[in-house]
Every structure is written in structure tokens, then in C-alpha cells.
């Protein structure tokens, strides 16, 4: 039987490179912890600015911070475009109004 042997120095360094990427992957992971909470935290979208995927007449879609949200308008109707700034939540819709300037 033909005898197989390995080199050491690579032995040491394929074990250096796995551990070496496994602790940046749990130093990563652990890190996200850290991390603040964005889903559920529909208190900071008040007063946020986004734009009407649809008409709201007075409800429809509005784009706000790259998703779409149900929304109705408080005041008056919307055309899809216009700049919308929220100005309450009700569960998962948005209650806008036209953005200032």
C-alpha cells in the first residue's frame, strides 16, 4: 500500500484559515445583536417623507425608505409621484399628509 502523507505546514495553516473564519463570523453574528431594532419600530416613520406609488383617494401605496406601505391620506387626495410625509400609524397603514416644499 503506497503511504500518504501531508504536509504539516498545511495542516497549521488550512486549521488557521477555518478558525480565522469562523471568529469573524461569530464576531459578525454578534455584532448584529447590537444592532437597533427596525422591524416593529413604527414610531420612527413619523414624519418621514416618501412618494405615492398610487393615487390615494384616500387610500392607496405609498414608497417610504425603499417599501411599500398601505397609506391613507388625512388630507384630501394624492396622486401617484406627489412627496407624502407621514403623520401617524395605525397598525401596518400610514396615515400621510403632502410633504412641506
Not at 72 to 101: D, I, M, P, Q, T
Request: aromatic share 6%.
Amino acid at each position: 500500500a503506497p503511504q500518504i502523507s501531508v504536509n504539516p505546514w498545511l495542516i497549521a495553516g488550512m486549521t488557521a484559515s477555518i478558525v480565522a473564519f469562523f471568529l469573524f463570523i461569530v464576531t459578525k453574528g454578534l455584532a448584529t445583536r447590537r444592532l437597533p431594532v427596525v422591524m416593529g419600530n413604527t414610531r420612527g416613520l413619523i414624519g418621514a417623507k416618501g412618494v405615492a406609488s398610487t393615487s390615494l383617494s384616500p387610500e392607496g401605496t405609498v414608497l417610504l425608505k425603499s417599501e411599500d406601505w398601505t397609506a391613507v391620506a388625512v388630507e384630501g387626495n394624492f396622486s401617484a409621484g406627489e412627496a407624502v410625509e407621514v403623520v401617524g400609524v395605525e397598525g401596518l397603514k400610514l396615515r400621510v399628509r403632502r410633504a412641506a416644499g
